[in-house]
């Protein structure tokens, strides 16, 4: 046992005051046509209100992915499809986007603000993107509003960022609770033994089809809050028994939600930060870094949505919290 150092203090109380940084990709990039089913106002209403009501958050708007980033995951075909605006009808009609050149820019500053907060967690614990969370999309093929995979793409920069100086594996695990499959992400790493793609999502919910994740459970129309939460212990502590992470990426979709109209579950809002709790501490008693996205939340009410998805920001905050102060204590022993 010793007393902490002058400059151990002096950081811990910095860090009291510390901003946790959250990137976000311009909501002004894309318009919609009007009545468009897709809920772009959602992330505005997030922005302004993390902004408004969360004076310890720092939001930094991404640059987007270049196109060697997004060569890491993507076919260089598709993405010069994408950015020419030469998709197939059908590939287009998939994706549920008209093309414009704003689609083109916020589905590459989403994918840049997903690498700029794996970037930052890696260093600093936790990170979120605003959006993302986009893992409906395959290399070679968008669909169900995703454009680009964005964790997929930020996973595997961290892999060859991390490789530049060390020969060990970097294992990521990817916790998608979204309400809907992350077949694209679990078809992408289907052979990849460093990622374990883990997705919670209703059995009989879009995508018909579905893809092998390395752990897929399946809930049946209308779980609620104790099913839900039991099914997720058990998951992660599957995953944790076959697979030993370095890095965590959260998909906090808000879909789970009993107000949503696509989600399917009867999960409540206290359900729901459980949830996030449960996540959150997982990877905290393992000091593992986590980046969050806000994946899909489609609620009849916005603000309820939105209100979910703040109730992960602070959670998020929480955790944060203690994960530096378990540092920090471990620093001075
Ligand atoms: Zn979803």
Redesign the pocket.
């Known amino acids: 046992m010793s007393f902490p150092s002058w400059a151990t203090l002096v950081k811990s109380l910095f860090l009291l005051v510390y901003f946790v940084k959250i990137f976000f990709a311009g909501t002004q990039l894309q318009t919609l046509p009007l009545g468009h089913r897709f809920p772009m106002s959602k992330y505005e209403l997030l922005k302004t209100r993390v902004s408004q009501e969360m004076a310890f958050m720092d939001l930094i708007e991404s640059k987007p992915a270049t196109e060697g980033e997004l060569a890491l995951v993507h076919s260089p075909s598709y993405i010069d499809q994408v950015f020419s605006g030469t998709l197939p009808e059908a590939v287009q009609k998939a994706i549920g986007f008209p093309w414009s050149l704003g689609m083109v820019d916020r589905a590459r500053c989403s994918a840049g603000a997903t690498i700029q907060a794996a970037r930052q967690a890696l260093h600093e614990g936790i990170s979120a993107n605003l959006a993302g969370g986009t893992h409906h999309a395959y290399a070679d093929q968008g669909g169900?509003f995703c454009v680009f995979n964005d964790v997929a793409v930020a996973t595997r920069l961290l892999q060859v960022e991390h490789h530049r100086s060390s020969a060990e594996p970097f294992n990521v695990a990817i916790v998608d609770l979204?309400?809907?499959q992350g077949n694209g992400s679990a078809r992408i790493f289907r052979e990849d033994e460093t990622v374990f793609t883990l997705s919670l999502h209703g059995a009989k919910n879009?995508p018909f089809e579905k893809e092998c994740s390395d752990l897929d459970v399946e809930l049946p129309d209308g779980t609620q809050d104790e099913a839900y939460l039991s099914a997720l212990a058990q998951a992660l502590q599957a995953m944790s028994s076959r697979f030993k992470p370095n890095f965590v990426f959260y998909l906090a979709?808000a879909?789970p939600y009993k107000g949503d109209r696509?989600?399917r579950l009867s999960l409540s809002m206290d359900g729901l930060r459980s949830r996030d709790e449960a996540v959150f501490l997982w990877a905290r008693e393992q000091g593992l870094p986590l980046a969050f996205v806000m994946?899909?939340?489609?609620g009849h009410d916005m603000q309820e949505t939105a209100q979910i998805q703040m109730n992960t920001f602070a959670s998020a905050y929480a955790s944060w919290l203690l994960w530096q102060s378990q540092r920090f204590s471990h620093e001075a022993n």
């Open positions: 169900g979204d309400v809907h879009f979709g879909d696509l989600g994946a899909g939340g489609y």
